[in-house]
């Protein structure tokens, strides 16, 4: 007999898991937590995910793949690094102006080492970096001696710091807007340029 999926049950899952990581670490986030947030039984929950290290396991992968996808995208359609990198940081503080428990939940997970990133992640990302060192290269924007691994601290890693410090107001500043991507802009141009 197949199992009839509610979507919205699913939506409800997840939305909690994001918010109890965020709030209480990977470690204060338990099954019967999320369960009782989501409103759903525990039992529903465990039909679909075997244990919270799958749940959380899901929606990283899930996050990380629109943010590669979106960087994907952009150096497809882009003509400057510089560009993708704009764009990129935009995209990024959306997501905090419309969802900011993702772009904690990513700050979150990324500080865990008890996470790392599946291997064809870490692949994808690392090619896409490779591709955006070489265009920046080619174009005469990037210093020659650049890493893959400085494009990702600067391009992704920062930004999400960034953003970060803004959501927790830790400097007494709380705004998004494209000021502030320009500030960001700024501060990884100078670190990459030729």
């Not at 904690?104 to 008890?114: R, S």
């Amino acid at each position: 007999m197949a199992r009839i999926i509610d979507d919205n049950k699913i939506a409800r899952i997840k939305d909690a898991t994001l918010k109890m990581v965020v709030t209480n670490g990977y470690g204060g986030a338990s099954i019967s937590k999320i369960a009782k947030n989501a409103g759903v039984a525990e039992g529903y929950l465990y039909r679909y995910y075997s244990s919270k290290t799958e749940l959380v396991n899901d929606l990283l992968y899930t996050n990380v793949n629109e943010l590669a996808d979106n960087m994907e995208y952009l150096l497809d359609n882009c003509n400057t690094v510089w560009e993708i990198f704009e764009l990129m940081i935009k995209r990024l503080i959306i997501i905090a102006q419309n969802q900011p428990e993702k772009i904690k939940f990513l700050y979150v997970l990324m500080h865990d080492y008890n996470f790392n990133l599946i291997e064809n992640q870490r692949e994808r990302i690392y090619k896409l970096c490779v591709r955006i060192k070489e265009t920046g290269i080619k174009k005469l924007e990037l210093r020659t001696d650049i890493t893959e691994e400085e494009i990702y601290l600067m391009g992704v890693s920062f930004p999400i710091q960034f953003i970060n410090l803004r959501l927790k107001n830790f400097f007494k500043q709380s705004q998004l807007s494209d000021k502030e991507a320009e500030q960001i802009l700024k501060i990884c141009i100078n670190s990459l340029k030729q």
